[in-house]
Each structure stands twice: as structure tokens, then as C-alpha cells.
């Protein structure tokens, strides 16, 4: 049971718009940053959005991030089927003194 | 361009130490810029953040994992280490170093680790 929730799986068309959210609570999101992280099979988790909102250089701006309250949301516009990965939210949590991450959300473009 | 790279055995027995080291290329473990970093994910789960180490080796560790993790740092060798004690079957995963940039997130990612424990 992770302290953040995502949904388990998300799917859309390629060139449309998907988000993925990530909830948790006023000790975690709510007063810290969160960054989001993809997530090929086999391969290391990579930076996609760090600060909420601000994204690391080379990634394409098809990518951006938001927060409001307790929540946050990943989006993704013009899909493509190179985006299908599994994406993670993290952030820090200051009860549990601990980085904590989602449960993880499975892209899945049609 | 920072370069990570754990190294270290794949195979651990249950109840004995999982150790594994991080080397770092491209860069200076010295650098004041980041924290050095563990995470780890099961076999088809989530990750898991089991602990940070600055270079002039002040220490957080996930509380959860606390009483059976060391992590240290190098800096003659460019390399920090994991040490996690008393593993059983449940801390099989791919093990993966680090950095850890201001706001706490992950930048810079080795290519991971497979530890499998088992007898």
C-alpha cells in the first residue's frame, strides 16, 4: 500500500491528452515538491518533472506537471506509442521523514 | 554527464548482508550539489526509497528499513555503499543508486542491480 495513490492504469490514442494523478496528504504533497518519474521495462526510472512543475533539460514539453493541495497531476499531450512506460510520482513526506513514491500508473496508448 | 553504476553480488542468502556499491563517473562524489541515493523495486512493483548519504556522510534512511540499512561514502574512490542486513526473500529487487538533487528528486539513475535472495 503506497502513501501516494495512482491509478493503476491509464490509456488514450495516440496524439491525444492524458493525465495521471497523484494523491497523498498535507504531509507529503500538500507542503512538498514532488517530481514524477517514466519508466521503460527493464530500464532505470528516468526524470520527467521535478519542483511540480519544471522539467529537466530534454525533455520535451509534451510533458508537464501540477499541483493543487494534496494532489498532483502529470499531463502528457500528443501521445505516442513511444510514451507507453510506467510513471511514478515521489515526493518527500515529513511524518514518516521518508521520500515516498506511488504505486506507479500504466500508459497505455491504443 | 554524471554516470552511476552499481556493482555487487546477485545472489545474497537469507538472513546474511546485501552489499553493493555505486560508482561515480563524470563527476565528483564531493560535489555540494547532491545527496547520493538508494532505491529499490521489487519484481513488478513500485519503487522504494531505502536511503541518502551526503559526502561528508550525514545519513537519512527510510525508517521502515532503518535498523538493517548502512550507507557510506568514498570519496578517495568516487563510490558510495549499500549494506542491508538480515535479508529475507522479501528484499529480492533491483537495486538502483542515485543522485539526489535539492528538492529531493532522483536525477541522475544507474542502470540497477538484480539482487535475488535466496539459499
Known amino acids: 500500500q503506497s502513501v501516494l495513490t495512482q491509478p493503476p492504469s491509464v490509456s488514450a490514442a495516440p496524439g491525444q491528452k492524458v493525465t495521471i494523478s497523484c494523491s497523498g496528504s498535507?504531509?507529503?504533497?500538500?507542503?512538498?515538491?514532488v517530481s514524477w518519474y517514466q519508466q521503460f521495462p527493464g530500464t532505470a526510472p528516468k526524470l520527467l518533472i521535478y519542483?511540480?512543475?519544471k522539467r529537466p533539460s530534454g525533455i520535451p514539453d509534451r510533458f508537464s506537471g501540477s499541483k493543487s493541495g494534496t494532489s498532483a497531476t502529470l499531463g502528457i499531450t500528443g501521445l505516442q506509442t513511444g510514451d507507453e512506460a510506467d510513471y511514478y510520482c515521489?515526493?518527500?513526506?515529513?511524518?514518516?521523514?521518508?521520500?515516498?513514491f506511488g504505486g506507479g500508473t500504466k500508459l497505455t496508448v491504443l | 554527464q554524471l554516470q552511476l553504476q552499481e556493482s555487487g553480488p546477485g545472489l545474497v542468502k537469507p538472513s546474511e548482508t546485501l552489499s553493493l556499491t555505486c560508482t561515480v563517473s563524470?563527476?565528483?562524489?564531493?560535489?555540494?550539489?547532491?545527496?547520493w541515493g538508494w532505491i529499490r523495486q521489487p519484481p513488478g512493483k513500485g519503487l522504494e526509497w531505502i536511503g541518502s548519504i551526503y559526502y561528508s556522510g550525514s545519513t537519512y534512511y527510510n525508517p521502515s528499513l532503518k535498523s538493517r540499512v548502512t550507507i557510506s561514502v568514498d570519496t578517495s574512490k568516487n563510490q558510495f555503499s549499500l549494506k542491508l542486513s538480515s535479508v529475507t526473500a522479501a528484499d529480492t529487487a533491483v537495486y538502483y543508486c542515485a543522485t539526489v538533487a535539492g528538492t529531493l528528486e532522483f536525477d541522475y539513475w544507474g542502470q540497477g542491480t538484480l539482487v535475488t535472495v535466496s539459499s
Open positions: 563524470g563527476g565528483s562524489i564531493s560535489s555540494s550539489s547532491y545527496y
Open positions: 515521489g515526493t518527500w513526506d515529513s511524518s514518516l521523514s521518508a521520500v515516498v
Open positions: 498535507s504531509s507529503n504533497i500538500g507542503n512538498n515538491y
Open positions: 519542483e511540480n512543475n
